[in-house]
Protein backbone atom coordinates (compact mmCIF):
# COMPACT_ATOMS: atom_id res chain seq x y z
CA UNK A 1 0.00 0.00 0.00
CA UNK A 2 3.20 2.48 -0.20
CA UNK A 3 2.27 3.31 -3.63
CA UNK A 4 -1.07 4.45 -2.58
CA UNK A 5 -0.96 7.17 0.34
CA UNK A 6 -3.50 7.22 2.71
CA UNK A 7 -5.91 9.65 2.04
CA UNK A 8 -7.04 11.47 5.24
CA UNK A 9 -10.89 10.56 5.12
CA UNK A 10 -10.88 12.89 7.73
CA UNK A 11 -13.69 15.98 6.84
CA UNK A 12 -11.45 18.85 6.37
CA UNK A 13 -14.23 20.95 8.51
CA UNK A 14 -15.66 18.76 11.16
CA UNK A 15 -18.95 20.28 11.04
CA UNK A 16 -22.13 19.14 13.07
CA UNK A 17 -24.29 17.93 9.89
CA UNK A 18 -21.57 15.66 8.97
CA UNK A 19 -21.07 14.66 12.54
CA UNK A 20 -24.34 13.71 12.32
CA UNK A 21 -24.13 11.98 9.09
CA UNK A 22 -21.61 9.74 10.25
CA UNK A 23 -23.40 8.89 13.38
CA UNK A 24 -26.41 7.70 11.25
CA UNK A 25 -25.00 6.12 8.15
CA UNK A 26 -22.22 4.15 10.59
CA UNK A 27 -25.12 2.60 12.38
CA UNK A 28 -26.89 1.77 9.54
CA UNK A 29 -23.77 0.42 7.81
CA UNK A 30 -22.36 -1.43 10.71
CA UNK A 31 -25.89 -3.17 11.13
CA UNK A 32 -26.10 -3.75 7.69
CA UNK A 33 -22.96 -6.16 7.50
CA UNK A 34 -23.61 -7.91 10.46
CA UNK A 35 -27.24 -8.56 9.28
CA UNK A 36 -25.84 -9.67 5.81
CA UNK A 37 -23.11 -12.30 8.03
CA UNK A 38 -26.53 -14.09 8.48
CA UNK A 39 -27.18 -14.81 5.03
CA UNK A 40 -26.46 -18.71 4.36
CA UNK A 41 -26.87 -19.47 7.97
CA UNK A 42 -30.82 -17.77 8.93
CA UNK A 43 -32.56 -20.81 10.56
CA UNK A 44 -35.34 -20.87 7.87
CA UNK A 45 -35.21 -19.45 4.60
CA UNK A 46 -37.79 -16.94 4.85
CA UNK A 47 -35.75 -15.52 7.71
CA UNK A 48 -32.44 -15.34 5.73
CA UNK A 49 -34.74 -13.41 3.03
CA UNK A 50 -36.14 -11.19 5.85
CA UNK A 51 -32.79 -10.61 7.22
CA UNK A 52 -30.96 -9.45 3.77
CA UNK A 53 -33.80 -7.31 2.96
CA UNK A 54 -33.64 -5.24 6.43
CA UNK A 55 -29.97 -5.19 5.85
CA UNK A 56 -30.74 -3.77 1.81
CA UNK A 57 -32.81 -1.14 3.53
CA UNK A 58 -30.10 -0.18 5.72
CA UNK A 59 -27.75 -0.35 3.08
CA UNK A 60 -29.74 2.38 1.30
CA UNK A 61 -29.68 4.42 4.46
CA UNK A 62 -25.84 4.29 5.04
CA UNK A 63 -25.17 4.88 1.26
CA UNK A 64 -27.17 8.46 1.12
CA UNK A 65 -25.72 9.28 4.75
CA UNK A 66 -22.67 8.70 4.38
CA UNK A 67 -23.28 10.67 1.07
CA UNK A 68 -23.52 13.74 2.99
CA UNK A 69 -20.16 13.35 4.81
CA UNK A 70 -18.37 12.41 1.96
CA UNK A 71 -17.09 9.92 -0.42
CA UNK A 72 -19.11 6.82 1.00
CA UNK A 73 -16.79 4.10 -0.26
CA UNK A 74 -13.98 5.69 1.37
CA UNK A 75 -15.59 6.70 4.52
CA UNK A 76 -16.85 2.52 4.62
CA UNK A 77 -13.71 1.19 3.81
CA UNK A 78 -10.58 3.33 4.42
CA UNK A 79 -11.47 4.11 7.34
CA UNK A 80 -10.04 2.99 11.04
CA UNK A 81 -11.93 1.25 13.86
CA UNK A 82 -11.68 5.16 16.25
CA UNK A 83 -12.43 6.75 13.10
CA UNK A 84 -16.44 5.27 13.34
CA UNK A 85 -19.24 7.11 14.97
CA UNK A 86 -21.56 3.80 15.11
CA UNK A 87 -23.39 2.79 18.78
CA UNK A 88 -21.77 0.03 20.39
CA UNK A 89 -25.50 -2.03 20.03
CA UNK A 90 -24.97 -2.19 16.43
CA UNK A 91 -21.57 -3.74 15.79
CA UNK A 92 -22.80 -6.23 18.72
CA UNK A 93 -21.79 -10.20 17.07
CA UNK A 94 -25.10 -11.81 15.84
CA UNK A 95 -24.81 -14.27 18.68
CA UNK A 96 -27.81 -16.54 18.56
CA UNK A 97 -31.37 -15.67 16.45
CA UNK A 98 -32.48 -14.40 19.56
CA UNK A 99 -29.60 -12.16 20.38
CA UNK A 100 -30.22 -10.86 16.51
CA UNK A 101 -33.85 -10.18 16.84
CA UNK A 102 -33.79 -8.28 20.21
CA UNK A 103 -30.98 -6.12 19.01
CA UNK A 104 -33.07 -5.70 15.66
CA UNK A 105 -36.14 -4.45 18.52
CA UNK A 106 -33.52 -2.23 20.30
CA UNK A 107 -32.61 -0.55 17.53
CA UNK A 108 -35.06 -0.08 15.29
CA UNK A 109 -37.24 0.92 17.96
CA UNK A 110 -35.09 3.92 18.00
CA UNK A 111 -34.29 4.10 15.25
CA UNK A 112 -38.53 4.82 14.10
CA UNK A 113 -38.77 7.42 17.36
CA UNK A 114 -35.92 9.04 15.91
CA UNK A 115 -36.54 9.41 11.97
CA UNK A 116 -39.82 9.97 12.86
CA UNK A 117 -38.69 12.99 15.31
CA UNK A 118 -36.31 13.76 12.40
CA UNK A 119 -38.77 13.78 9.60
CA UNK A 120 -40.90 16.27 11.08
CA UNK A 121 -38.22 18.99 11.30
CA UNK A 122 -36.77 20.90 8.60
CA UNK A 123 -33.18 20.04 8.93
CA UNK A 124 -30.88 18.57 6.56
CA UNK A 125 -31.85 14.70 7.41
CA UNK A 126 -35.12 15.17 7.04
CA UNK A 127 -35.86 14.05 3.46
CA UNK A 128 -34.17 10.54 4.46
CA UNK A 129 -35.50 10.27 7.54
CA UNK A 130 -39.28 10.42 6.07
CA UNK A 131 -37.88 7.48 3.52
CA UNK A 132 -36.47 5.87 5.82
CA UNK A 133 -39.47 5.79 8.53
CA UNK A 134 -41.19 4.14 6.20
CA UNK A 135 -38.71 1.26 5.57
CA UNK A 136 -37.86 0.74 10.11
CA UNK A 137 -41.46 0.95 10.46
CA UNK A 138 -41.58 -2.80 8.43
CA UNK A 139 -38.39 -3.84 10.60
CA UNK A 140 -39.76 -2.56 13.95
CA UNK A 141 -42.92 -4.77 13.23
CA UNK A 142 -40.73 -7.89 12.19
CA UNK A 143 -38.56 -7.23 15.39
CA UNK A 144 -41.71 -7.09 17.43
CA UNK A 145 -43.52 -10.29 16.32
CA UNK A 146 -40.31 -12.34 16.34
CA UNK A 147 -40.06 -11.34 20.24
CA UNK A 148 -43.59 -12.13 20.95
CA UNK A 149 -43.31 -15.69 19.32
CA UNK A 150 -39.76 -16.47 21.04
CA UNK A 151 -40.42 -14.61 23.96
CA UNK A 152 -44.19 -16.51 24.39
CA UNK A 153 -43.09 -19.52 23.17
CA UNK A 154 -41.04 -22.63 24.28
CA UNK A 155 -39.15 -22.75 27.70
CA UNK A 156 -35.93 -22.81 25.28
CA UNK A 157 -36.81 -19.52 23.68
CA UNK A 158 -38.07 -17.95 25.92
CA UNK A 159 -34.58 -18.76 28.12
CA UNK A 160 -32.51 -17.52 24.68
CA UNK A 161 -34.60 -14.21 24.38
CA UNK A 162 -33.93 -13.10 28.07
CA UNK A 163 -30.49 -14.06 28.27
CA UNK A 164 -30.46 -11.51 25.04
CA UNK A 165 -32.50 -8.61 26.44
CA UNK A 166 -30.36 -8.68 29.09
CA UNK A 167 -26.50 -9.28 27.66
CA UNK A 168 -28.18 -6.36 25.19
CA UNK A 169 -29.51 -4.27 27.92
CA UNK A 170 -26.27 -2.22 28.44
CA UNK A 171 -25.58 -1.07 25.53
CA UNK A 172 -28.83 0.71 25.31
CA UNK A 173 -28.00 4.21 27.41
CA UNK A 174 -25.68 5.30 24.17
CA UNK A 175 -28.85 5.50 21.89
CA UNK A 176 -29.79 8.62 23.79
CA UNK A 177 -26.70 10.89 24.40
CA UNK A 178 -26.92 13.90 22.07
CA UNK A 179 -25.44 13.95 18.50
CA UNK A 180 -24.20 16.62 17.42
CA UNK A 181 -26.57 18.49 14.42
CA UNK A 182 -29.31 16.32 15.01
CA UNK A 183 -32.06 18.61 16.90
CA UNK A 184 -33.95 15.89 18.86
CA UNK A 185 -35.84 15.54 21.99
CA UNK A 186 -33.67 13.06 23.61
CA UNK A 187 -34.78 12.86 27.24
CA UNK A 188 -38.35 12.34 24.97
CA UNK A 189 -37.14 10.11 22.75
CA UNK A 190 -35.26 7.60 25.89
CA UNK A 191 -38.95 7.82 27.31
CA UNK A 192 -40.73 6.93 24.47
CA UNK A 193 -38.30 4.02 23.93
CA UNK A 194 -38.29 2.58 27.46
CA UNK A 195 -42.38 2.67 26.89
CA UNK A 196 -42.57 0.78 24.37
CA UNK A 197 -39.78 -1.95 24.68
CA UNK A 198 -41.30 -2.80 28.13
CA UNK A 199 -44.86 -2.93 26.56
CA UNK A 200 -43.36 -5.57 24.07
CA UNK A 201 -40.99 -7.43 26.79
CA UNK A 202 -44.09 -7.36 29.29
CA UNK A 203 -46.03 -8.72 26.03
CA UNK A 204 -43.30 -11.31 25.38
CA UNK A 205 -43.82 -12.29 29.04
CA UNK A 206 -39.97 -11.21 28.92
CA UNK A 207 -38.47 -9.33 31.97
CA UNK A 208 -37.33 -5.68 31.68
CA UNK A 209 -33.75 -5.66 32.66
CA UNK A 210 -33.31 -3.60 35.76
CA UNK A 211 -29.32 -3.30 35.03
CA UNK A 212 -27.57 -0.48 34.11
CA UNK A 213 -28.02 0.67 30.54
CA UNK A 214 -24.40 2.13 30.34
CA UNK A 215 -20.88 -0.21 31.45
CA UNK A 216 -18.39 1.35 34.03
CA UNK A 217 -16.08 0.63 31.71
CA UNK A 218 -16.36 1.77 28.06
CA UNK A 219 -20.18 1.06 27.01
CA UNK A 220 -21.23 3.80 25.73
CA UNK A 221 -18.77 5.69 23.84
CA UNK A 222 -19.46 4.39 20.31
CA UNK A 223 -20.17 7.54 18.77
CA UNK A 224 -16.55 9.04 19.82
CA UNK A 225 -15.10 5.94 18.21
CA UNK A 226 -14.73 3.58 21.31
CA UNK A 227 -15.51 0.21 19.88
CA UNK A 228 -16.01 -2.95 21.90
CA UNK A 229 -13.70 -6.06 20.88
CA UNK A 230 -15.40 -7.77 17.62
CA UNK A 231 -15.58 -5.03 16.10
CA UNK A 232 -12.31 -4.95 14.38
CA UNK A 233 -12.38 -8.48 13.51
CA UNK A 234 -15.76 -7.43 11.63
CA UNK A 235 -14.07 -4.32 10.09
CA UNK A 236 -11.25 -6.19 8.96
CA UNK A 237 -13.54 -8.76 7.29
CA UNK A 238 -15.53 -5.50 5.53
CA UNK A 239 -12.72 -3.95 4.61
CA UNK A 240 -9.99 -6.62 3.32
CA UNK A 241 -11.22 -7.07 -0.39
CA UNK A 242 -11.50 -2.96 -0.32
CA UNK A 243 -8.16 -2.33 0.92
CA UNK A 244 -6.40 -5.36 -0.75
CA UNK A 245 -7.77 -4.37 -4.69
CA UNK A 246 -7.48 -0.61 -4.34
CA UNK A 247 -9.87 0.92 -7.24
CA UNK A 248 -11.19 -2.69 -8.02
CA UNK A 249 -14.59 -2.81 -9.99
CA UNK A 250 -16.93 -5.25 -10.74
CA UNK B 1 -45.27 26.08 -10.10
CA UNK B 2 -42.81 25.91 -12.75
CA UNK B 3 -44.88 25.10 -16.54
CA UNK B 4 -43.88 22.22 -18.23
CA UNK B 5 -43.06 22.35 -22.03
CA UNK B 6 -44.50 20.35 -24.40
CA UNK B 7 -41.18 18.84 -24.99
CA UNK B 8 -40.87 18.27 -21.33
CA UNK B 9 -43.99 16.30 -21.41
CA UNK B 10 -43.21 14.52 -24.34
CA UNK B 11 -39.94 13.10 -22.64
CA UNK B 12 -41.29 12.52 -19.45
CA UNK B 13 -43.84 10.03 -21.57
CA UNK B 14 -41.22 8.36 -22.83
CA UNK B 15 -38.95 7.72 -19.26
CA UNK B 16 -42.18 6.74 -17.81
CA UNK B 17 -42.98 4.26 -20.91
CA UNK B 18 -39.27 2.27 -19.53
CA UNK B 19 -40.47 -0.83 -17.62
CA UNK B 20 -39.28 -1.51 -14.21
CA UNK B 21 -36.41 -3.93 -14.28
CA UNK B 22 -37.69 -6.16 -11.80
CA UNK B 23 -41.34 -5.89 -12.52
CA UNK B 24 -41.31 -5.38 -15.98
CA UNK B 25 -45.56 -5.77 -16.28
CA UNK B 26 -45.17 -1.92 -14.93
CA UNK B 27 -43.65 1.09 -16.52
CA UNK B 28 -41.82 3.23 -14.67
CA UNK B 29 -44.85 6.06 -14.46
CA UNK B 30 -47.54 3.06 -13.38
CA UNK B 31 -44.85 3.00 -10.58
CA UNK B 32 -45.16 6.23 -10.16
CA UNK B 33 -41.26 6.87 -9.45
CA UNK B 34 -40.30 9.42 -12.40
CA UNK B 35 -41.70 12.60 -10.67
CA UNK B 36 -40.37 15.58 -13.56
CA UNK B 37 -38.35 15.76 -16.42
CA UNK B 38 -36.48 19.71 -16.96
CA UNK B 39 -34.98 20.53 -20.19
CA UNK B 40 -31.58 21.92 -19.89
CA UNK B 41 -31.07 24.19 -22.84
CA UNK B 42 -31.01 22.79 -26.56
CA UNK B 43 -30.71 19.05 -25.82
CA UNK B 44 -30.04 18.19 -22.25
CA UNK B 45 -31.89 17.33 -19.72
CA UNK B 46 -32.73 16.38 -16.15
CA UNK B 47 -35.35 13.73 -15.23
CA UNK B 48 -36.10 13.34 -11.31
CA UNK B 49 -36.51 9.80 -10.10
CA UNK B 50 -37.17 8.82 -6.69
CA UNK B 51 -36.25 5.04 -5.38
CA UNK B 52 -39.12 3.04 -3.87
CA UNK B 53 -37.07 1.83 -1.16
CA UNK B 54 -33.63 3.77 0.02
CA UNK B 55 -31.96 0.70 -0.71
CA UNK B 56 -33.65 -0.55 -4.06
CA UNK B 57 -30.42 -2.04 -6.08
CA UNK B 58 -32.91 -1.40 -9.16
CA UNK B 59 -32.36 2.37 -8.95
CA UNK B 60 -29.34 2.14 -11.12
CA UNK B 61 -31.19 0.07 -13.85
CA UNK B 62 -33.74 2.68 -14.08
CA UNK B 63 -31.51 5.19 -14.51
CA UNK B 64 -29.38 3.19 -17.51
CA UNK B 65 -32.67 2.78 -19.10
CA UNK B 66 -34.17 5.96 -18.54
CA UNK B 67 -30.62 7.41 -20.01
CA UNK B 68 -30.87 5.07 -23.10
CA UNK B 69 -34.46 5.60 -24.12
CA UNK B 70 -34.03 9.71 -24.00
CA UNK B 71 -30.71 9.32 -26.23
CA UNK B 72 -32.35 7.40 -28.75
CA UNK B 73 -34.92 9.83 -29.17
CA UNK B 74 -31.95 12.56 -29.71
CA UNK B 75 -31.46 14.35 -26.41
CA UNK B 76 -27.60 14.34 -26.04
CA UNK B 77 -27.29 14.78 -22.19
CA UNK B 78 -29.22 12.78 -19.72
CA UNK B 79 -28.68 13.45 -16.09
CA UNK B 80 -30.56 11.46 -14.05
CA UNK B 81 -31.13 12.69 -10.34
CA UNK B 82 -32.12 10.73 -7.06
CA UNK B 83 -34.68 12.57 -5.20
CA UNK B 84 -36.09 11.24 -1.35
CA UNK B 85 -38.95 14.02 -0.91
CA UNK B 86 -41.31 13.55 -0.61
CA UNK B 87 -41.10 10.08 0.23
CA UNK B 88 -42.69 7.56 -2.21
CA UNK B 89 -45.83 5.49 -1.31
CA UNK B 90 -47.68 3.01 -2.81
CA UNK B 91 -49.95 4.62 -3.07
CA UNK B 92 -48.44 6.50 -6.18
CA UNK B 93 -48.73 3.36 -7.94
CA UNK B 94 -51.68 3.73 -10.38
CA UNK B 95 -54.79 2.09 -11.25
CA UNK B 96 -53.37 0.33 -14.29
CA UNK B 97 -50.36 -0.61 -12.30
CA UNK B 98 -52.03 -2.30 -9.71
CA UNK B 99 -54.46 -3.96 -12.18
CA UNK B 100 -51.13 -5.78 -14.12
CA UNK B 101 -49.37 -6.53 -11.12
CA UNK B 102 -52.65 -8.45 -9.99
CA UNK B 103 -52.38 -10.20 -13.71
CA UNK B 104 -48.92 -10.82 -12.89
CA UNK B 105 -49.88 -12.80 -9.79
CA UNK B 106 -49.06 -10.35 -7.28
CA UNK B 107 -51.22 -8.91 -4.97
CA UNK B 108 -51.12 -5.44 -5.49
CA UNK B 109 -50.88 -3.30 -2.18
CA UNK B 110 -53.87 -1.68 -0.45
CA UNK B 111 -54.80 1.99 -0.40
CA UNK B 112 -53.45 3.63 2.79
CA UNK B 113 -55.61 6.76 4.17
CA UNK B 114 -52.59 7.71 6.54
CA UNK B 115 -49.05 6.68 7.07
CA UNK B 116 -47.54 4.53 9.57
CA UNK B 117 -47.08 0.98 9.82
CA UNK B 118 -49.59 -1.83 8.64
CA UNK B 119 -50.19 -4.08 11.36
CA UNK B 120 -50.01 -7.77 10.35
CA UNK B 121 -51.68 -10.86 11.89
CA UNK B 122 -49.48 -12.95 14.73
CA UNK B 123 -51.19 -16.89 15.03
CA UNK B 124 -50.79 -17.67 18.41
CA UNK B 125 -48.27 -17.87 21.41
CA UNK B 126 -48.04 -19.50 24.49
CA UNK B 127 -50.56 -17.09 26.13
CA UNK B 128 -52.18 -15.05 23.58
CA UNK B 129 -54.56 -16.69 21.00
CA UNK B 130 -56.23 -14.09 18.91
CA UNK B 131 -55.18 -12.83 15.81
CA UNK B 132 -54.03 -8.60 15.39
CA UNK B 133 -56.84 -6.90 13.61
CA UNK B 134 -55.21 -5.70 10.41
CA UNK B 135 -56.38 -2.08 9.26
CA UNK B 136 -57.07 -1.91 5.53
CA UNK B 137 -58.80 -4.97 4.88
CA UNK B 138 -57.86 -8.49 3.58
CA UNK B 139 -55.50 -8.97 0.98
CA UNK B 140 -56.52 -11.08 -1.72
CA UNK B 141 -55.73 -13.75 -3.89
CA UNK B 142 -54.37 -12.54 -7.17
CA UNK B 143 -55.00 -16.03 -8.98
CA UNK B 144 -58.68 -17.07 -7.27
CA UNK B 145 -59.35 -13.58 -5.30
CA UNK B 146 -60.43 -15.44 -2.15
CA UNK B 147 -59.73 -13.28 0.93
CA UNK B 148 -58.37 -15.71 3.07
CA UNK B 149 -55.07 -15.42 2.90
CA UNK B 150 -52.46 -15.59 5.76
CA UNK B 151 -49.10 -14.06 6.16
CA UNK B 152 -45.81 -16.98 5.47
CA UNK B 153 -43.13 -13.97 5.63
CA UNK B 154 -42.86 -10.48 6.07
CA UNK B 155 -39.93 -10.02 3.35
CA UNK B 156 -40.06 -11.75 -0.15
CA UNK B 157 -38.40 -11.80 -3.15
CA UNK B 158 -37.45 -8.00 -2.82
CA UNK B 159 -38.07 -5.78 0.02
CA UNK B 160 -41.19 -4.24 -1.56
CA UNK B 161 -42.91 -7.46 -1.24
CA UNK B 162 -44.43 -9.82 1.40
CA UNK B 163 -44.94 -13.52 1.14
CA UNK B 164 -48.43 -15.17 1.15
CA UNK B 165 -50.82 -17.99 0.91
CA UNK B 166 -53.78 -18.35 -0.54
CA UNK B 167 -55.84 -20.47 2.08
CA UNK B 168 -58.67 -20.74 -0.68
CA UNK B 169 -56.61 -22.24 -3.89
CA UNK B 170 -53.27 -23.02 -1.77
CA UNK B 171 -50.94 -20.95 -4.05
CA UNK B 172 -48.90 -18.67 -2.56
CA UNK B 173 -48.31 -15.43 -3.80
CA UNK B 174 -45.92 -11.77 -3.42
CA UNK B 175 -47.38 -8.95 -2.21
CA UNK B 176 -46.52 -5.66 -2.96
CA UNK B 177 -46.28 -4.03 0.91
CA UNK B 178 -48.03 -0.91 1.42
CA UNK B 179 -45.12 1.72 1.82
Known amino acids: MTATPAKDTTPAKDTAPTTAALALGDDALVLSHRLGEWAGHAPVLEEEVALANIALDLLGQARVLLSMAGDEDELAYLREERAFRNLQLVEQPNGDFAHTIVRQLYFSTYQYLLHTELAAGDGPFAPLAAKAVKEVAYHRDHAEQWTLRLGDGTDESHTRMQRAVDALWRYTGEMFQPVEGLDADWTGLETAWLERIGEILRRATLTVPEGPRTGAWAAGAGRQGLHTEPFGRMLAEMQHLHRSHPGATW | ?179
Open chain 2, 1 to 179: MVTTTPLEAELLELAGSVPDPELPVLTLRELGVVRAVHARGADAVEVELTPTYTGCPAVEAMSLDIERVLREHGVREVTVRRVLAPAWSTDDITDEGRRKLREFGIAPPRVRSASGPVRVELGPTRTHSAPREEDLGPVRCPHCGSAETELLSRFSSTACKALRRCLACREPFDHFKEL
